[in-house]
């Protein structure tokens, strides 16, 4: 499998090394344990002839030349993680180029995986529109203003299409390089995760904190405001609408627009925050904790918990001890 790293100036050195050693490892492990049947051939790539990582350090790689014809195309995440900050680095020189690379490798067939906000450079070259992908979930709002003909879902560590594949933020790096080496072997990438200590993960929302998502936009901040100081009443969108002087048909159209979601959805995802607090201070049984946030018994809490972040009270708890 020949595989393509291509690094953009001033790019996160976490996601690059996690790819780099993830892939080094398969390939390891594949001539020990395989006889070599199944390599990975990886190269650095870049528009310039050296490339200067997020903390400043000067990466040597080897220039994009027209017979360089990869499986697959790795995009390691940008280090700008502020939203004016990535706005103002989509629109700088090399990204043009990067744009044009990219298009050009997907129509002689090779697949692209975007880490991170990497998604935001492949949804710049418009072949994302109208398939599913997730990022870095505190961006979630930016990307879907600037993309609106993409099906961001930002709940979800890892989204394969007919493109290739994106994965969520930060150490979502890693989830990523696993998920391609299990597409060539299960039991390679399982090898892989053990050495690793780590195994691939399906969802990025229990590591999401929604007031962040909030601060996006006015309105749903002061939402977010009103909705903590009544998670224990139910939920009313007419009321709702009228605490903050807008209509509920407004404030349906901003959080489909700036969250994908209802206002009920984000009262819900405010109260599994809150469970998830409660939970971890250890002293209230579930029944407690569910009147805490508004319900009436344990069963809807437990169900909400479990279809949210994918594990149940007993789980959640074990994981924050």
């Known amino acids: 499998m020949k595989i393509v790293v ?3 100036e001033s790019f996160w050195d976490t996601g690059l090394a996690i790819v780099l050693d993830a892939l080094k490892l398969a390939d390891r492990f594949s001539a020990a344990q395989m006889g070599g049947t199944l390599r990975f ?3 650095i790539v870049g528009v310039r002839k050296r490339i200067r990582s997020g903390q400043g350090f000067i990466i040597p790689v080897n220039t994009i030349t027209p017979d360089l014809k990869p499986d697959w195309v790795i995009m390691p995440a940008l280090s700008t993680g502020r939203p004016d900050q990535l706005i103002t680095r989509l629109g700088q020189r090399d990204i043009a180029p990067v744009k044009r690379q990219l298009r050009k490798w997907h129509e002689g067939g090779a697949r692209i995986a975007a880490s991170c906000i990497s998604a935001f450079v492949l949804a710049e070259t ?12 505190w961006l979630a709002p930016l990307f879907r203003q600037r993309y609106p003909n993409v099906l961001l ?4 560590m890892l989204v394969a299409s007919d493109i290739g594949v994106t994965s969520g933020a930060a150490m979502g790096h890693l989830d990523l390089a696993l998920w391609l080496i299990r597409q060539a072997s299960p039991e390679l990438s399982s090898v892989v995760s053990r050495y690793l200590l780590a195994d691939l993960r399906t969802l990025q929302a229990a590591y999401i904190i929604p007031n962040h998502l909030a601060e996006a936009d006015p309105l749903i901040e002061r939402f977010e405001r009103w909705a903590r100081d009544h998670l224990k009443d139910g939920f009313s969108l007419k009321e709702l609408a009228e605490a903050l002087a807008v209509t509920p048909r407004t404030l349906q159209r ?6 994908g979601k209802s206002p009920l959805a984000y009262f819900q995802d405010l109260r599994v925050e809150r469970a998830q607090s409660l939970l ?8 407690a904790i569910a009147a805490e946030v508004g319900y009436a018994d344990a069963t809807t809490l437990r169900t909400l918990l479990r279809e949210r972040l994918g594990r149940g009270v007993r789980e959640l708890r074990a994981s924050l001890r």
């Open 280 to 287: 971890h201070g250890g002293h209230l049984d579930v029944d």
């Open 153 to 156: 879902d930002e709940t979800r």
């Open 126 to 137: 418009g072949l994302l529109d109208h398939r599913e992908v997730t990022t870095t979930w």
């Open 6 to 8: 291509l690094a953009l």
């Open 41 to 43: 051939d990886v190269s």
């Open 254 to 259: 901003r959080c489909e627009a700036v969250l």
